[in-house]
């Protein structure tokens, strides 16, 4: 039996394959399913090219894979448009149109010979079955399900929702090329049966991408405002709190540009509520005077940047993680921010909570470096038990303060008790321009050192949050994975594939990425020899910021490369199965003088 | 929410900063003008949340007992409306020069203008940059001679009045220091009206400013719409007087739509009121993304 499962899909734009592998993640969900779904288009707004990708498994999933296991092609052009995400092997079954008159020992896959090929009418079993060729995806639906035994009644029951409001001529029509599906494979079976395992605890799952998850992470923790602008691929993020926050007493404000919008957001936080604004890169780089401001006026405020290929336009439908530098160091002035980085869709929601958190705690603006692989990607995850998270209201000031009050008075923690419009008594002068304690403008240089030491010091707590680290793997490893965001999932598999193959290997994801935990580090690379910190980007940011802050390993590497070519588990093994030879090699020279 | 009677006298509004301004700025009067109408208006102190940018005139925040905000250059108009849409219940006031309203944060004003939140929105004109000691301002007459445009400016000036107009402000007023009662009155007024107020007030540089620029030239050669009859209702009259900006210079509310408009806050609470009570629990919000 199957336990992990990966199917390709790719066509033209009105083949549905994307609502079919929505329907096919829906099913997952519903039969108790692990799964990831990412999606991925030609550059055309409609029409074009479209392919999905949906990873199926028992246990949980944590990146989209590598090779697939299964191909379906509606045409041969479309599919090997996306060549390199959808990468065929010899254990790969695929399925292709019939009609496409390409023979199926003659496939356009130079030098790959697929484990089993079927060439399907799949258009005419659509067109006999349901009238039009539109139903394409519905017969493939019934293929993958007949083949690989993914739960049929779960696909239905898809379908009586989807097509509810449309009428019993459209249900019983996709029923019936459903059926034409499964009718197929019974004709024509797998020489060698792959069908699913059965998930142990069926239901009860939740169905999500990234961006939904943040939002309805900002509204669990009680944000009350958003400003923002659309900008891919964030503005999910708007478009949820735009049907829900009103709901909870709150306001969406899409703003006439994104310094409008995070300007907005500020306000709302002066004003005392809860705000968040979201964005991409170049949003982010329009953002960045008023993201000083808020920490000059030490005012909370969470932002969200779900990172795309850069810089400027760059690749706005691709993931990069490149965007870490400008998360941490994209101000004038001496500033430190607190940036946090989710992994997944799932763990979206604790960092959202704890973003809006930290920055009530620590009146300071706080990042969300998220990315496009997790933004966009639907997941099937495990309930959420929200009882377990505390929220943090930042701290106001007392009848006895506001009798004297003082905005930025210098406290041993740096928090200052923070009023608001509306608070007797708490009035005071907001400001981006240098201050002293009570908010009064001023050129000492005195009183500016004294502010930075106290924003500072402000975020000095976040030294004993071991919590936002996650070590995974055996503790007294030499060999070591860093990763964080999206990268991190791949990581996970990784460390599983390598204690299959022996290696002993240890990984350290950061969700704090920002201001660099050096205590953390250095006690995690006691044990160190050598390892990988695993990043989309060209430069390998993680990689030298650390090297900034923390001395490293000298077999620490940086496994880095430009977004849109996403890592494998298979290569991170391999990679590390060379530097473990090449430590090897350096522990030999040093025994043989001894001998 | 209205006091009948006055619960603060203007000395209550005023702070205890001592302003930067060069002695002799049009800007001491703006600040007394709006101490005057803020203790008729009769909120106190701490109702008030008072929004700036960056420039002289953006410090005026600080010389007022309100909750202030002195922001980063051109953007006060996006911060007001964060707090109030956060906090309706609010008096929000924005204010700066025509620098950080008509140049570096030009863009914002038409579209705060078509949201209608109920703000006041007081520029201080001095046609020229104070702050970084006379460079070209965007309501700079063509021509003019400054530091930046050594053999004068090659740019028409906008037109502020006329910009408002066009954008649908439903109040829009000019008035100059140089009548301290007439400008405070106004003020009283935009703040008084439901919905986003422009005054557009002639606020001299007397050190970088030009000579018919000045209190003296106002005072000879202001002309208030007052005595002119002028119907802050009628609309064409208003955009044909906005056309002499520049030239002549006319005091007074010249447009005040008689039937104001809903305010954004208030569409905005609407629509919470309907849609509060379809709200799962905050701490069920996941169940959004149930799969059954």
């Known amino acids: ?595 | 929410m209205q006091a009948t009677a006055p619960v603060c006298a203007p000395k209550d509004f005023k702070s205890e900063l001592k302003p930067i301004w060069c002695p002799g700025c049009g800007d001491y009067g703006v600040v007394q003008a709006i101490y005057r109408a803020l203790a008729n208006v009769g909120r106190p102190p701490h109702e008030i949340a008072f929004v700036s940018g960056i420039g002289c005139s953006s410090r005026i925040p600080g010389y007022t007992t309100a909750y202030g905000f002195n922001s980063v250059h051109g953007r006060a108009l996006p911060i007001a409306q964060g707090i109030k849409l956060a906090n309706p219940d609010l008096l929000v006031l924005a204010a700066g020069g025509d620098g950080d309203g008509f140049s570096i944060g030009g863009g914002h004003v038409p579209h705060t203008v078509r949201r209608n939140p109920d703000i006041t929105y007081i520029v201080m004109d001095n046609q020229i940059y104070g702050l970084t000691k006379g460079q070209l301002s965007p309501t700079s007459p063509k021509g003019l001679k400054t530091v930046t445009s050594a053999y004068g400016s090659l740019e028409n000036p906008v037109n502020p009045l006329m910009y408002m107009l066009s954008y649908g402000a439903p109040f829009v007023a000019q008035g100059t220091p140089a009548d301290l009662p007439g400008l405070a009155a106004m003020i009283e007024e935009a703040i008084r009206y439901p919905g986003f107020a422009f005054v557009n007030v002639q606020s001299p540089c007397v050190t970088y400013g030009e000579e018919e620029q000045q209190i003296k030239a106002h005072k000879a050669h202001m002309k208030p719409l007052a005595d002119l009859a002028h119907d802050p209702s009628d609309l064409l009259k208003a955009f044909d007087l906005s056309q002499a900006y520049g030239t002549e210079l006319y005091t007074g509310v010249l447009y005040r739509n008689p039937a104001p408009p809903p305010t954004f806050e208030a569409l905005a609470r609407a629509r919470q009121a309907e849609l509060m009570p379809h709200a799962l629990p905050r701490e069920r919000i996941l169940d959004l993304f149930l799969q059954e």
């Not at chain 1, 097509?163 to 996709?174: D, I, R, S, W």
């Not at chain 1, 009350?224 to 964030?234: A, C, E, L, Q, V």
């Open chain 1, 1 to 595: 039996m199957t336990r992990d499962l990966i199917i390709g899909m790719a066509g033209s734009g009105g083949d549905g394959i994307v609502s079919a592998g929505e329907s096919l993640i829906s099913a997952c969900a519903a039969e108790g399913y692990h799964a990831i779904m990412t999606k991925s288009f030609g550059s055309q707004i409609r029409g074009g090219e479209s392919s999905c990708r949906v990873r199926l498994a028992i246990d949980p999933v944590l990146n989209p894979g590598g090779a697939i296991d299964v191909a379906v092609a509606l045409n041969w052009e479309d599919f090997l448009k996306f060549g390199a995400e959808l990468p065929v092997s010899g254990k790969t079954v695929v399925i292709y149109e019939e009609r496409t008159a390409v023979a199926p020992d003659k496939l356009p896959l130079v030098g790959v010979t697929p484990s089993e090929v079927f060439a399907v009418p799949i258009g005419e079993l659509a067109r006999k079955t349901a009238g039009t060729d539109k139903a394409k995806n519905t017969v493939v639906l019934g293929l993958l399900a007949g083949w690989f035994g993914i739960g049929q009644e779960a696909i239905v029951a898809g379908f009586r929702k989807k097509f509810a409001k449309k009428g019993t001529e459209l249900l019983e029509a996709n029923e019936r090329a459903f059926q034409a599906g499964i009718d197929y494979t019974l004709e024509h079976p797998l020489s060698t049966p792959r069908r699913m395992e059965r998930p142990p605890t069926p239901g009860q799952k939740l169905l999500t991408d990234g961006n939904d998850m943040c939002a309805a992470a900002a509204i669990f923790a009680g944000c009350k405002f958003f400003g923002g602008y659309p900008i891919t691929p964030s503005t999910e993020v708007m478009q949820f709190l735009s049907r829900e926050i009103w709901k909870y007493g709150g306001t969406v404000l899409q703003a006439e540009d994104e310094i409008a919008g995070i300007g907005a957001a500020l306000g709302a936080s002066f004003a005392g509520r809860k705000a968040m604004t979201a964005t991409s890169g170049p949003g982010m780089s329009l953002k960045g005077e008023i993201m000083g401001l808020a920490t000059i006026a030490e005012l909370p405020l969470v932002i969200v940047n779900v990172q795309r290929g850069g810089p400027s336009t760059g690749m706005p439908t691709k993931s990069e993680q490149a965007d870490l530098y400008q998360a941490a160091f994209s101000a004038h002035g001496d500033v430190v921010r607190p940036v946090l980085a989710p992994t997944c869709v799932a763990d979206t929601f604790a960092t959202t909570v704890e973003a809006f958190n930290l920055a009530e705690e620590y009146q300071t603006p706080v990042i969300v470096l998220s990315d496009q692989e997790i933004a966009q990607r639907k997941e099937v995850v495990d309930p959420i038990d929200t009882s377990r998270f505390r929220l943090v209201e930042r701290r106001r000031p007392t009848a006895s303060e506001l009798e004297h009050y003082v905005r930025f008075r210098a406290t041993d923690s740096g928090v200052s008790p923070i009023s608001q419009p509306g608070m007797k008594q708490g009035n005071y002068l907001g400001a981006g321009i240098e201050h002293n304690e009570h908010g009064d403008p001023t050129a000492s240089g005195n009183v500016h050192a004294r502010m930075n030491e106290k924003r500072f010091k402000k975020l000095e707590p976040l030294r004993r949050r071991e919590d936002l680290f996650t070590i995974e793997g055996a503790r007294e490893s030499p060999l070591a994975l860093i990763s964080w965001g999206s990268s991190a999932g791949v990581c996970r598999e990784a460390l599983r594939l390598a204690k299959e193959r022996g290696l002993r290997v240890k990984l350290l994801v950061p969700t704090l990425l920002y201001p660099i935990n050096e205590d953390i580090y250095k006690s995690f690379f006691t044990s160190v020899e050598g390892g990988l910190v695993v990043e989309q980007s060209h430069q390998g940011q993680l990689y030298r910021l650390l090297r900034m802050y923390v001395d490293l390993p000298a077999g620490l590497r940086s496994f880095a490369r430009s977004g849109a070519n996403p890592f494998r588990p298979a290569e991170i093994v391999d990679t590390l199965r060379n530097l473990s030879l090449s430590l090897q090699r350096r522990v030999q020279d040093k025994l043989q003088p001894q001998e």
